[in-house]
């Protein structure tokens, strides 16, 4: 009896655990995404957020039109180009640090995060004062006479890039840094006193137990790429279109089903670069140390 009555008073308090959080995640994320996805099937109204009627035009519109194939591509493209900066020199970054003093690591590591803390905005203003006309790589060229006239950096591909990858590479360090960090020396010994070389102990022993960092870091550089409005917008310019600017451009002309729709789009593409990082890189458990 008294089995029973602890066993009651275990499960009660395991559902008074899980409870808040499950309801947070209910209210403030479930319902909303489902609101959502209602909306983006209504066509659009001069009057109302969205008409009565229910249509399939938006998605088929996002399908269809060569417009947003190009979008689609682009951001997809500029997602890529992000992952494989940050994953180059983050990693490469990442490496150099993971064999330091823990305090040192974590002085460095907070050195890394320090930029974090200042507004997107605030960073996107200082690139647009260093890649513009007037700017001071422009300045620098000019005055030695390497250039007649300014170049345009800014309102290009490459300015988005640059600007999105020191937003995004500390992220990628962290991840890696604290992966790495925990592997256990002993696995690298062990393949060294079986005479493989750093090549080979790097790819089958350093590479498949920091996968577990290197994923995370990714998945956490291509979502936040995904929603990098305000640093896309400002050094990319209205020419440099993703989709998440045409987001905003929607609910800015209150066409509130279209911008639904788009934002589902977003989501989907969110989901199968998602799930193949995760099948490409398939991570394992890192082992801590001994």
């Known amino acids: 009896m008294a089995s029973g009555s602890f066993r009651l008073t275990r499960r009660w308090a ?14 403030f994320f479930v319902v909303p995404l489902v609101s959502l996805f209602w909306v983006s099937f209504h066509a659009p109204s001069q009057s109302e957020l969205y008409g009565p009627e229910l249509t399939l035009e938006h998605y088929a519109t996002i399908l269809t039109d060569p417009f947003y194939h190009t979008i689609i591509l682009r951001t997809l493209s500029t997602g890529a180009v992000i992952l494989a900066l940050c994953l180059v020199l983050g990693y490469a970054t990442a490496y150099v640090l993971a064999p330091l003093p823990p305090r040192k690591r974590l002085l460095l590591l907070l050195l890394l995060v320090v930029p974090l803390m200042v507004s997107n905005v605030v960073r996107a203003y200082g690139w647009i004062a260093i890649l513009g006309r007037q700017g001071l790589v422009n300045a620098v060229l000019r005055d030695t006479g390497l250039i007649e006239r300014p170049l345009l950096l800014l309102n290009s591909f490459e300015a988005v890039s640059f600007g999105l990858m020191t937003i995004m590479l500390p992220y990628m360090v962290i991840s ?11 696995y690298k010994e062990a393949a060294q006193s079986l005479r493989a070389d750093p090549v080979r102990t790097f790819i089958h022993v350093t590479w498949p137990l920091s996968s577990p960092g290197v ?5 956490l550089v291509f979502l936040l790429t995904l929603s990098a409005y305000v640093t896309i917008t ?11 600017s045409l987001v905003f451009d929607s609910v800015g002309s209150f066409r509130w089903p279209l911008a639904a729709a788009i934002s589902f789009a977003l989501l989907v593409m969110a989901l199968i670069v ?4 995760m099948a490409l890189l398939r991570p394992q458990r890192v082992q801590g140390r001994g």
């Open 14 to 27: 395991a559902f008074a655990l899980v409870a808040p959080p499950l309801l947070v995640f209910l209210v």
């Open 176 to 186: 890696v840094a604290n992966a790495l960090a925990s592997i256990d020396a002993q």
């Open 215 to 219: 994923a995370s870091g990714m998945l």
């Open 234 to 244: 400002l050094l990319g310019g209205p020419r440099m279109k993703l989709l998440v």
């Open 274 to 277: 998602s799930g193949l990082i």
